[in-house]
């Protein structure tokens, strides 16, 4: 349940397998186990080489991001103690990678065997270990089953692996892209009583960098806070991308002080006019901080935009706003453990960060590179995680 304190236990077995376990609050649900009314986390079995050399993945710290979100990862080099695994783990398995070598057409059978048996499937991903080594239509056609076709050893093919674990054991809904404003004249003057201030020159200057960020990115919609700041970096910062624009007052600024306090939507429609920009379905009082935007409010108001997103069509969105309110969704203000990839803390002045949307309404972050601004962690390390 929810209310379980996070314990994360580590068994190291020589040339057999690592075996971490998860319990507690997590961004996935949990599931039943069919043996003894245990009851266990969404749960992938990994069937590696020895230490877990293939690729140069950091395996332990793979194994202890996915427990950070409630999903168990089961490593094994032994294809026998994987299969054994798998039968004790019951309906909580939810999908197997394994090296064709370590396990290979007979791995394959058997878990699909066991699928079988309990009236379902579990999806299995062949790990090559070179793109000659297995036909991938001919285990698409005669098993039905996935080969990787990417590099795991770099970050595009990393992040492809990491996605289809993620949608097998928690499930994705959306791919978000998180936007922060770009600087505005209260951030540089700290001059908390300039009413909805604009973004100054170096903050015009961010956008145009955020343009070139930007350039070729696709979504199926902008959702943006009607703050003068956040219209004015989607504009600069979307403006040519042709992706449809739309007023969001959810995400408008938690404080209520005149610089996080919008203005009219006839104020809005002087200052936007002759842009792709529409205010017409603004309620004329949603910058008023009364009721949901009471500042008291917050974290009811970004649960409720979340839910709001989920009902959505789109798969595929930007999100433009401001930093508490990107840092109260996504839980960076400490409130959940952070993953070894991701950026901890508020976000800068037109940062970008992607995550998908769960299934349980929580979210995951997309791996990325380091940078040297990242004081967190180490460097080296992602550097051969990510590629």
């Given at each position: 349940s929810s209310s379980r304190v996070l314990q994360v236990s580590v068994v190291f077995i020589p040339w057999v397998g690592l075996a971490i376990r998860s319990r507690g609050p997590a961004m996935g649900a949990s599931f039943g186990s069919a043996l003894n009314g245990k009851i266990d986390p969404p749960t992938v079995i990994w069937v590696h080489g020895p230490a877990g050399a293939q690729y140069d993945l950091d395996l332990s710290t793979f194994v202890t991001d996915f427990a950070y979100v409630g999903v168990q990862c089961l490593v094994f080099s032994d294809s026998t103690r994987a299969f054994r695994a798998a039968e004790r783990l019951g309906v909580s398995l939810r999908c197997v990678v394994t090296k064709w070598r370590r396990g290979g057409r007979k791995l394959i059978e058997r878990v699909q065997d066991l699928g079988g048996r309990q009236?379902?499937?579990?999806?299995?991903?062949?790990?090559?270990?070179?793109?000659?080594?297995?036909?991938?239509?001919?285990?698409?056609?005669?098993?039905?089953?996935?080969?990787?076709?990417?590099?795991?050893?770099?970050?595009?093919?990393?992040?492809?692996?990491?996605?289809?674990?993620?949608?097998?054991?928690?499930?994705?809904?959306?791919?978000?892209?998180?936007?922060?404003?770009?600087?505005?004249?209260?951030?540089?003057?700290?001059?908390?009583?300039?009413a909805d201030p604009a973004i100054t020159a170096e903050g015009t200057r961010q956008a145009h960098d955020l343009a070139l960020q930007m350039r070729g990115v696709r979504a199926d919609a902008i959702f943006s806070s009607p703050l003068r700041r956040t219209l004015q970096t989607t504009l600069l910062g979307f403006g040519k991308s042709g992706i449809p624009v739309f007023c969001q007052p959810l995400l408008q600024e938690g404080g209520d002080g005149p610089c996080d306090t919008g203005s009219d939507a006839a104020t809005l429609r002087r200052w936007f006019a002759g842009t792709a920009l529409n205010f017409d379905s603004l309620p004329e009082d949603w910058y008023v901080k009364q009721g949901i935007n009471e500042t008291g409010r917050l974290a009811e108001r970004v649960g409720r935009f979340v839910a709001w997103l989920r009902g959505r069509p789109e798969t595929s969105v930007i999100?433009?706003?401001?930093?508490?309110?990107?840092?109260?969704?996504?839980?960076?203000?400490?409130?959940?453990?952070?993953?070894?990839?991701?950026?901890?803390?508020?976000?800068?002045?037109?940062?970008?960060?992607?995550?998908?949307?769960?299934?349980?309404?929580?979210?995951?972050?997309?791996?990325?590179?380091?940078?040297?601004?990242?004081?967190?962690?180490d460097i080296r390390r992602m550097s051969l995680l990510c590629g």
């Open positions: 009236k379902r499937h579990v999806p299995i991903l062949v790990l090559p270990d070179d793109p000659g080594e297995v036909n991938a239509s001919d285990i698409r056609s005669e098993l039905g089953e996935e080969v990787f076709a990417g590099d795991p050893s770099t970050l595009e093919g990393y992040t492809a692996l990491v996605e289809w674990i993620v949608r097998r054991t928690l499930g994705i809904e959306k791919l978000v892209m998180f936007v922060r404003h770009a600087q505005a004249e209260h951030n540089i003057t700290e001059d908390w009583s300039i999100l433009v706003a401001h930093n508490v309110i990107l840092t109260e969704m996504l839980g960076l203000d400490g409130g959940r453990r952070i993953l070894s990839w991701e950026r901890s803390g508020g976000f800068d002045n037109c940062e970008a960060r992607r995550y998908w949307l769960l299934g349980s309404g929580g979210w995951f972050p997309l791996p990325r590179e380091r940078s040297d601004s990242d004081s967190d962690g």
